[in-house]
């Protein structure tokens, strides 16, 4: 605010009510930000239609969906750039690769409290979601309490009942989560602005492949990309380490001045 934005925060569907929560669906968290972004726009006299989209975690895969689905669903609105951090992206070869590194896990996984999350969000829009052909009986009580329960306590929950890929997900998973899978895709990865994205090198929540693989995925569709790899930094440490090189994306992309992309970073 103290450089001249408005700052529109946004929810996303389900939170804060009886229904469920669509997590991970970028076509639904698109419209909340997009929504909200025009809703700014018609009620605060004076503010400028020139937009900066920027998230961390859940909120990066927000933002990417934003702008990716703005042609489609909100061409009026003017959006000169977006900032991700921690971005989620999976593909189905990535999957692969994870599926194959954690048959063998003996400790925790921070990325099966997402999974448990995802699978939450799936059952509020298929009814014919059966949890039991995912998760195991040692991770079903975890599943349940992800209902209700926010990320640090179910992380908790899931750390102290030591899950992870091998000891919570029941083979063919990702059958199961294919209705979710298909609806965390972004639907297009060529964005008509520029993309800056943060990436922790000990990133475990998002772990740096699957972020890189944005990043990959981005670059060859042809979208301006400035990647950066935080050295020795994690998930969270991540927003604040990355924000002097956004603040210069921001900067940059908002008075029009030239970018430098970088689709291969190394740790800084």
Do not use: W
């Amino acid at each position: 605010m103290k450089r001249g934005f408005a700052v529109v925060g946004t929810d996303y569907q389900g939170y804060g009510t009886q229904n469920t929560h669509a997590y991970l669906n970028t076509r639904v968290e698109a419209y909340s930000v997009l929504d909200g972004v025009r809703a700014a726009l018609g009620s605060v006299p004076g503010l400028q239609n020139k937009i900066m989209i920027v998230g961390q975690s859940q909120g990066g895969g927000a933002a990417f969906a934003s702008a990716s689905y703005a042609p489609e669903y909100a061409p009026d609105l003017n959006i000169r750039g977006t900032v991700a951090t921690g971005v989620p992206y999976v593909s189905q070869e990535l999957l692969q690769q994870m599926s194959a590194s954690g048959a063998h896990e003996t400790g925790f996984n921070p990325v099966v409290v997402y999974t448990l999350y995802l699978a939450q969000g799936l059952r509020g829009y298929d009814p014919d979601f059966k949890p039991e052909t995912v998760f195991t009986d040692k991770a079903m009580p975890a599943y349940q309490a992800a209902a209700d329960l926010c990320v640090y306590p179910l992380t908790d929950k899931a750390r102290t009942e030591g899950l992870n890929f091998s000891n919570a997900l029941k083979p063919g998973y990702q059958n199961a989560l294919a209705p979710a899978l298909t609806a965390m895709a972004y639907p297009t990865m060529k964005l008509k602005q520029p993309l800056f994205v943060g990436t922790g090198e000990v990133d475990q929540d998002v772990p740096p492949p699957l972020q890189l693989g944005l990043v990959k995925a981005a670059c060859a569709a042809g979208t301006v990309v400035q990647a950066h790899i935080y050295k020795g930094l994690n998930h969270d440490q991540t927003v604040n380490a990355s924000l002097p090189d956004s603040e210069a994306f921001t900067k940059a992309v908002m008075s029009d001045q030239p970018l430098t992309p970088q689709c291969t970073p190394t740790p800084e």
